[in-house]
């Protein structure tokens, strides 16, 4: 799904996360500050098979446009991503026409590096998009999670058995 976006947004200051004696910092990332992150942004990448992956200038652009909101985690450097932006038009079949035109705020990416999952990070990348979203007026809020993630509240628009063979991923309204 490619998205065009168009609104501007504030940025919001970083802040932190206490888990396992390690302070996380979550922190806001746009034009003035992606070059610090976007050598790990783009390793991270990787874990997504090659079809899935942006390229590192695909990611700048998504990074840096000034209607979308990502955010970078870092311990000593950075471990883990997460990307959100409006969806002007879609072309999914089967997606309600109320998640276009600039209603719906997607949550388009998400990474954290394996010793570091399951710790609660991609919940609070989640709570951070969406309070950004809400600022700017979104009321609803879609991703695509893995299927059988427990740890978020949503309604299952559309499964994807086989998501580039990736796993079976649901479309999804976060509630
Ligand atoms: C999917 C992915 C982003 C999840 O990240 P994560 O930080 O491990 O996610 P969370 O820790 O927030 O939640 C994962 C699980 O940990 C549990 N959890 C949440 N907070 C927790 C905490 N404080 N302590 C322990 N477990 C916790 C959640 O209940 C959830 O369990 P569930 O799988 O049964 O729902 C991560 O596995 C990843 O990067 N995968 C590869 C890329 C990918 O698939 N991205 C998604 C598509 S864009």
């Known amino acids: 799904m490619r ?13 932190t996360h206490r888990k396992r004696q390690v302070t996380l910092i979550y922190e806001r990332v746009n034009a003035s500050n992606w070059d610090r992150f ?7 990448e990787r ?12 990611l700048r652009e998504e990074f840096i446009h000034p209607m979308n909101v990502g955010f970078v985690v870092c311990d000593d450097s950075p471990i883990a991503y997460g990307l959100a932006q409006p969806i002007l038009r879609c072309d999914f079949p089967g997606v309600d026409e ?18 570091q999952q399951k710790r609660g990070i991609s919940t609070r990348l989640r709570e951070m998009r969406m ?3 809400r600022k700017l007026g979104y ?8 299927t059988g ?9 559309r499964t ?14 976060l509630l």
């Open 139 to 146: 009321e609803r809020f879609t991703a695509h999670i893995r």
């Open 98 to 115: 109320e998640f276009q035109n600039d209603k719906t705020f997607y949550m388009s990416s998400c990474v954290v590096m394996g010793e």
């Open 149 to 157: 993630m427990t740890n978020t509240p949503h309604r299952v628009i």
């Open 38 to 44: 976007a050598h790990y942004v783009h390793r991270m």
């Open 3 to 15: 998205l065009v976006a168009s609104q501007l947004r504030p940025l919001g200051p970083a802040c």
């Open 131 to 133: 309070d950004e979203g």
């Open 47 to 58: 874990v997504f098979p090659m079809r899935l992956r942006c390229s590192y200038e695909q």
């Open 160 to 173: 994807f058995p086989r998501w580039y063979d990736f796993g079976s991923f649901d479309f999804v309204e």
